[in-house]
């Protein structure tokens, strides 16, 4: 069956470190893959896209890898702030443009 | 940025009541709209897509005929949960395709809370 795993756990994490999140995937050949925030009782909010044929994508503090061998993305968010505390969704093209998602990662930014 | 706009933000019903959830693009046009549902600490479900002018398209498992969707035009879909019952309690999330931006960003609304009594 298809599936899509983020860590369950909250990454807790002090202010000025790297905060890294992995994404691995099970029975999905994605075009591309995308990473959103998500903050409590809001809508997801778009971060980056990264395609299939590109090994990493950066954005101010941001940056993506993905792996289509190991089936696995890397989220990294470098100088991390106390505002980068939020849940961090990964989601899958699954055909037809439809868009599946992970759980989520909470990520805690310690002052 | 492209907005989307979702209505209401919450909302609370008796069971067996229906209740109609909006979304609404405001400064682009979609022919193509997603609904989501999404309980506490678990994944957005994806329920239906909805293409402007055609019927919804919905996934396995969500009945059509309690989970009514209207895209009657480029900018507004619509959601209604027909004779809710307090399992349907739930975040309901739609999005829009943004793919004038070619960019298979999708944007979202802001997010409708459902609580059945």
């Known amino acids: 069956s298809q599936k899509i795993e983020q860590n369950s756990e909250a990454l807790n994490i002090q202010e000025g470190k790297t905060a890294t999140l992995t994404c691995n995937y099970t029975n999905y050949s994605p075009a591309y893959l995308q990473w959103y925030r998500q903050d409590p009782g809001r809508g997801p909010v778009f971060l980056l896209l990264i395609r299939e044929n590109e090994k990493e994508k950066r954005k101010e503090r941001l940056k993506v890898t993905f792996d289509t061998t190991l089936k696995q993305s890397l989220f990294h968010i470098t100088a991390s702030q106390p505002a980068d505390s939020a849940t961090y969704l990964c989601a899958l093209e699954g055909g037809n443009n439809r868009l599946a998602f992970g759980k989520g990662n909470q990520v805690v930014v310690i002052p | 940025g492209a907005v989307v706009s979702q209505h209401p933000s919450w909302v609370i019903c008796k069971s067996g009541t229906s209740v109609k959830i909006e979304c609404r693009s405001l400064d682009f046009q979609a022919t193509t709209m997603f609904w989501y549902r999404q309980f506490p600490k678990q994944s957005l479900m994806l329920m239906a897509t909805?293409?402007?002018?055609?019927?919804?398209?919905?996934e396995q498992g969500v009945e059509k005929d309690k989970f009514l969707i209207n895209h009657a035009s480029l900018t507004l879909s619509t959601l209604t949960v027909t004779s809710a019952h307090p399992e349907d309690s739930s975040f309901y999330i739609c999005?829009?395709?943004?793919?004038?931006?070619?960019?298979?960003?999708?944007?979202f609304g802001e997010g409708s809370r459902l609580t059945v009594l």
């Open positions: 909805s293409n402007e002018g055609s019927k919804a398209t919905y």
């Open positions: 999005s829009a395709d943004g793919g004038y931006l070619n960019t298979g960003e999708l944007f």
